[in-house]
C-alpha cells in the first residue's frame, strides 16, 4: 500500500476501533490491514494504538498522528477541488472550542456572519469553561480567556480585556455595595466551577501588588453563561469577563463595583496548532475574528 492509502486505513481503523472494519472498508483482510499499520509504525518508529482483546485506543502519538494526517488529507482534497474549479475554494469544517458565555452570546453571531461569506465552511462548536486539549479533542481553534501558559500552541489575541465584578443593581441594593475588596467576602457570589475547582479567589491590585479576596458564600456553575444569568437575576457578585457583560452595564442591568482595584488583564485569544499547513478556512477564520472580537471590544474600557 502507498503512503495515501496507509493514512486512510489508520484514520479508519482509529474511528471504527478495529483493524478487520478498517481492512473491509479498505478490500483487505484484517491480517492484511494489520500488517499495514505494524508497517506504518516501524517506519514511524512510534505505538499508534493500544491493542486489547475488546478494542484499540490511540496512544498520544497515535493521535497527534491521526491530528497531522487528516489536515493532510483536507489539505488534498481542497487543493483538488480547487484546480478543478480553477479558484481557491474556502470549504470544510472547523473544529471550535470557546467559552459557554462568549459562544453563545457573540461567537455564534459572527460564525453565521462567516458563513454568509463562504456558504461552503462547516462548524463543530464545542463550548465549555474548561481548557480544551487540541490534540485530544481533535479541536483546530480553542478561544480562551486570561494569559496562557505555553502550551507549544500558537496564541494570537482577539481582543484586549479584563475581569470585573458585577451586579444587578437590586441585588446591591438588597445585599450591600462593597467599598474594598474584602467587604465580597461577606456578599454573596456567582463562582464559576472549572476542571481545577471552583474560580473563588478573586483577583486585584492595591498598591500597585496583585492581591485576591477567596469568595466565601457562593453558589456554582460549570457554565459561564448560567453565572450571568445568575447575576442578572440578582442571586449575587459574579466576576466576569467586561467582553461578555458589557451589553448588560450599557442597558443597566448589571453595574460594576471595585473598577479602581479589578484592573488585572484577562486579554481573549485563540490558540492553534503550530503548523505550517493551516487550511484557508482556519487562516481566513482567525482573521474574521480579530477584527470581530477587536470592534467588541472597543470602548469597553
Not at 477567596?214 to 469577563?241: F, T
Not at 485569544?269 to 493551516?278: A, G, I, P
Amino acid at each position: 500500500m502507498d503512503r495515501l492509502s496507509v493514512m486512510k486505513l489508520f484514520i479508519d481503523a482509529s474511528t471504527l476501533g478495529s483493524f478487520s472494519a478498517a481492512g473491509r472498508k479498505h478490500g483487505l483482510s484484517p491480517a492484511a490491514s494489520s500488517a499495514a499499520i505494524q508497517r506504518l509504525e516501524a517506519r514511524l518508529r512510534v505505538k499508534l494504538f493500544e491493542r486489547t482483546t475488546r478494542r484499540l485506543r490511540l496512544t498520544e502519538e497515535g493521535q497527534l498522528y491521526k491530528l497531522y494526517s487528516q489536515q493532510a488529507l483536507e489539505l488534498m482534497d481542497e487543493a483538488e477541488q480547487a484546480l478543478q474549479a480553477g479558484k481557491s475554494l474556502v470549504q470544510g469544517t472547523v473544529r471550535i472550542s470557546a467559552p459557554s458565555d462568549l459562544g453563545r452570546n457573540l461567537l455564534l453571531a459572527y460564525l453565521d456572519e462567516f458563513r454568509q461569506l463562504y456558504p461552503q465552511v462547516q462548524f463543530a462548536l464545542s463550548l465549555t469553561d474548561s481548557a480544551a486539549n487540541l490534540v485530544q479533542d481533535d479541536i483546530d481553534l480553542a478561544i480562551r480567556y486570561g494569559v496562557l501558559a505555553d502550551s507549544g500552541m500558537v496564541a494570537r489575541t482577539l481582543a484586549p480585556g479584563r475581569r470585573v465584578v458585577c451586579v444587578a443593581p437590586e441585588c446591591a441594593a438588597r445585599a450591600g455595595k462593597p467599598q474594598t475588596p474584602e467587604q465580597l467576602t461577606g456578599l454573596p457570589a456567582l463562582v464559576l466551577l472549572t476542571a481545577a475547582g471552583p474560580m473563588n479567589e478573586w483577583r486585584y491590585r492595591a498598591g500597585g501588588k496583585p492581591k485576591s479576596v477567596r469568595m466565601n458564600r457562593y453558589q456554582q456553575s460549570n457554565d459561564g453563561e448560567i453565572i450571568r444569568k445568575w447575576a442578572l437575576r440578582g442571586h449575587g457578585y459574579a466576576y466576569k469577563s467586561l467582553l461578555d457583560v458589557a451589553d448588560d452595564i450599557r442597558a443597566g442591568r448589571l453595574i460594576t463595583v471595585l473598577d479602581e482595584f479589578f484592573t488585572e488583564s484577562a486579554p481573549l485569544s485563540v490558540l492553534y496548532h503550530r503548523s505550517r499547513f493551516q487550511p484557508p478556512r482556519v487562516k481566513l477564520l482567525i482573521e474574521f475574528l480579530q477584527e470581530r472580537f477587536a470592534a467588541a471590544a472597543a470602548g469597553l474600557e
